[in-house]
């Protein structure tokens, strides 16, 4: 066991058997060893990022998700560009370093409308954006980048 977790922290790369075997064993060893490389990439910082779910309105059915467009059970909604701009400036005044704005895809959230919700939170100060909100084509995500978009 100790030359497959010395070979996933030198290579990050196992093979199939290596890896099942890992995931069989009892884990400590092998959490004390993702501690040990996380710790070495990205340290003990925490960093909080605020969150905006803004719609939960999806075209899709991916099987997978709780929102895909098929599940009759959810409560629909989607926030106004206002209401993600006041959620956003709240998050930025309390000291939030990170936006993220996440949702399903909502065909009312169209290339100009996001690009219009990405610059004006930008305008905010210094505060990083991140998109979570499905497939777009390279243009749309071109010009979210252009408008201020980080990730």
Same mark, same amino acid.
């Given at each position: 066991?100790?030359?497959?977790?010395?070979?996933?922290?030198?290579?990050?790369?196992?093979?199939?058997?290596?890896?099942?075997?890992?995931?069989?064993? =009892?884990?400590?060893?092998?959490?004390? #060893?993702?501690?040990?490389?996380?710790?070495? &990439?990205?340290?003990? !910082? /925490?960093?909080?990022?605020?969150?905006?779910?803004?719609?939960?309105?999806?075209?899709?059915?991916?099987?997978?998700?709780?929102?895909?467009?098929?599940?009759?059970?959810?409560?629909?909604?989607?926030?106004?560009?206002?209401?993600?701009?006041?959620?956003?400036?709240?998050?930025? =005044?309390?000291?939030?370093?990170?936006? #993220?704005?996440?949702?399903?895809?909502?065909? &009312?959230?169209?290339? !100009? /409308?996001?690009?219009?919700?990405?610059?004006?939170?930008?305008?905010?100060?210094?505060?990083?954006?991140?998109?979570?909100?499905?497939?777009?084509?390279?243009?749309?995500?071109?010009?979210?980048?252009?408008?201020?978009?980080?990730?």
């Amino acid at each position: 066991m100790k030359n497959i977790l010395a070979k996933a922290k030198e290579t990050h790369s196992l093979g199939l058997s290596e890896i099942i075997k890992l995931l069989n064993s =009892d884990g400590f060893e092998l959490y004390k #060893v993702a501690d040990e490389v996380r710790k070495e &990439y990205v340290g003990d !910082d /925490v960093h909080l990022r605020a969150l905006i779910e803004f719609t939960n309105i999806c075209k899709n059915t991916c099987k997978y998700c709780g929102i895909r467009s098929a599940n009759k059970n959810v409560n629909r909604y989607r926030l106004t560009k206002n209401e993600i701009l006041s959620i956003a400036k709240h998050g930025v =005044d309390i000291g939030f370093k990170t936006i #993220v704005l996440q949702g399903g895809e909502d065909s &009312y959230f169209t290339k !100009d /409308v996001m690009c219009e919700i990405i610059s004006e939170i930008k305008s905010l100060g210094d505060v990083a954006l991140t998109l979570s909100i499905g497939e777009r084509s390279f243009e749309d995500y071109k010009a979210f980048k252009e408008a201020g978009a980080d990730r």
